[in-house]
């Protein structure tokens, strides 16, 4: 009677045994899975952020490469070569260099571009994802014409400038444009507000990443001369034209 209570207690061991075996690979396996991905998703750069007055580094946004001067990067946090979700820099204009580390403008200043004071002359530049939005002469002739009123005024030089209807999502703004090829030059501008001078938009399509530029009105006067800059500051950024500063 012993020996025959005893002896399934052990059968059942055994099968709990050979049980227990793929289990524990299978936790194996999850676990080196899991360390794998780890290692690869891990971030590659040190704690400390590049000095300002190191070299331009390589920074990719929507798997496009930037090489960015470290004193153009506004937050310190966003100094660091690899990949970002976004990144914001500002630069003198029209020497398109990064500020002074001294400068009340410098990286760490966030100013909202419409109000960015009268005598500073700064050009501030975001790079993000294009995402789910559409690319910018999409939207030109897509989008805007949805909300402008009917008829346009005339700018400096060529320009032409259509109002943004009350109501509409771009509603104060106005949609500038050269009238000869609208997409050789366009932005949305704010106008002034009493003190607070107006401010406009361009963006630029790299791939799969938006550059967008925000500068004040004003330089709409000399907007060719603008639209070089931008096309100067693209070049750097993109690494063609890299002058460290």
């Not at 075996?21 to 290692?39: D, E, K, M, R, W």
């Amino acid at each position: 009677m012993t020996a025959d209570v005893v002896y399934p207690r052990k059968t059942r061991r055994k099968r709990g045994g050979f049980l227990l075996l793929p289990f524990a690979l299978l936790i194996v396996l999850v676990l080196c899975g899991g360390s794998v991905v780890t290692y690869l998703l891990w971030p590659t750069w040190s704690g400390a952020p590049v000095a300002l007055d190191a070299p331009t580094i390589p920074i990719t946004v929507a798997g496009v490469l930037f090489e960015i001067p470290p004193r153009a990067i506004r937050a310190a946090v966003e100094r660091h070569p690899g990949p970002h979700e976004r990144i914001d820099l500002a630069f003198l204009w029209p020497s398109l260099t990064p500020p002074p580390p001294d400068d009340s403008s410098a990286p760490q200043q966030t100013w909202p571009a419409a109000k960015v004071p009268a005598n500073v002359a700064r050009l501030f530049v975001t790079i993000a994802p294009l995402g789910s939005v559409l690319p910018p002469n999409q939207r030109l002739r897509s989008i805007y014409p949805r909300y402008v009123e009917a008829t346009a005024s005339a700018g400096a030089d060529g320009l032409a400038i259509l109002p943004f209807r009350a109501g509409s999502p771009y509603q104060g703004e106005d949609l500038v444009y050269f009238s000869d090829a609208p997409e050789r030059f366009f932005a949305r501008c704010t106008r002034q507000a009493g003190i607070v001078p107006g401010s406009c938009i361009a963006d630029r399509e790299i791939g799969a990443a938006v550059v967008t530029l925000r500068f004040a009105r004003d330089w709409l006067k000399d907007w060719r001369e603008v639209s070089a800059g931008f096309d100067r500051l693209l070049a750097q950024l993109r690494g063609t034209g890299i002058s460290n500063q």
